[in-house]
């Protein structure tokens, strides 16, 4: 007696490889998973479809190296975070396969890709390039559901001489809410406790503190010139005496 039976089966096409990664998925917001998979593609597979409809759906337009699921505010399905071989991060929608926003990330393959909720309000990806450890904000309103997605860019941390080719990325959320972010690498660990309050508004200007290059501050938010003056002018704090001119010499950088 056997205690699993074939039921269906699916090779990937000509040109392709063996599958990468298969993993388990809610991507139609039921209650019986999809199979999401990558071969040289990102594939989904419907063990449960009726007569009349779609077993196997490809993203057949980009050539994907990995991919993670991404669980996002107010959504009934996950999402798929996957990057390709040009270094370009997708947020991928796995219902009908649409690429909700790509970024440049890397000019070679991204290493590890996850992703992170911090503070049960922000969702953050985070990818390797090289000796970097990336990040980006996942921004979307989680009222509309079908437009308005972007992938904003957050400061980069140097892994230094570490060997991040077998590179994983894991985070665990503790009960105080505080995310610590572990990178595994060939030949040690890293670990980072992550900033809770970049998705809060600190000194309540209308910028969340991750855009926010002044989070203390209410009068200031910007500085375009990165000279560490604020590109409001007074009455507000520290304004920079003149924008656009990082030494402040009254010559324009541009």
């Known amino acids: 007696n056997n205690a699993l039976d074939l039921t269906n089966w699916f090779t990937p096409g000509n040109g392709d490889t063996d599958f990468k990664q298969l993993i388990a998925a809610n991507i139609k917001g039921s209650d019986?998973?999809?199979i999401?998979?990558?071969h040289s593609q990102l594939s989904s597979y419907n063990p449960n479809a009726a007569f009349d409809e779609s077993v196997f759906y490809n993203l057949s337009n980009i050539d994907l190296n990995q991919f993670t699921p991404i669980t996002l505010v107010n959504r009934d399905y996950e999402y798929a975070l996957a990057?390709?071989?040009?270094?370009?991060?997708?947020l991928v929608e796995p219902k009908?396969?649409?690429i909700l926003a790509s970024i440049k990330g890397c000019d070679t393959e991204l290493g590890a890709i996850s992703n992170v909720r911090i503070n049960n309000s922000l969702?953050?990806?985070?990818?390797?390039?090289?000796?970097?450890?990336l990040s980006w904000v996942v921004e979307y309103d989680p009222n509309i559901q079908d437009y308005g997605y972007s992938l904003y860019a957050l400061a980069s941390h140097d892994l230094g001489d570490a060997d991040t080719s077998t590179a994983k990325l894991v985070s665990i959320e503790t009960s105080d809410l505080e995310t610590h972010l572990f990178t595994l690498l060939k030949n040690k660990f890293h670990r980072y406790l992550l900033n809770k309050d970049l998705g809060v508004d600190g000194d309540?200007?209308?910028v969340l503190n991750y855009k926010d290059i002044f989070p203390i501050d209410a009068t200031q938010w910007a500085d375009s010139d990165l000279d560490g003056y604020g590109d409001n002018p007074v009455p507000a704090n520290n304004p920079d005496p003149s924008l656009n001119d990082i030494d402040n010499d009254g010559v324009l950088d541009n």
């Open 96 to 98: 009908d396969f649409d």
């Open 32 to 34: 019986e998973p999809e």
């Open 36 to 38: 999401l998979g990558l």
């Open 83 to 90: 990057s390709d071989a040009a270094g370009l991060l997708h």
């Open 204 to 206: 309540n200007d209308g």
């Open 123 to 133: 969702d953050v990806a985070m990818a390797i390039c090289g000796q970097q450890l």
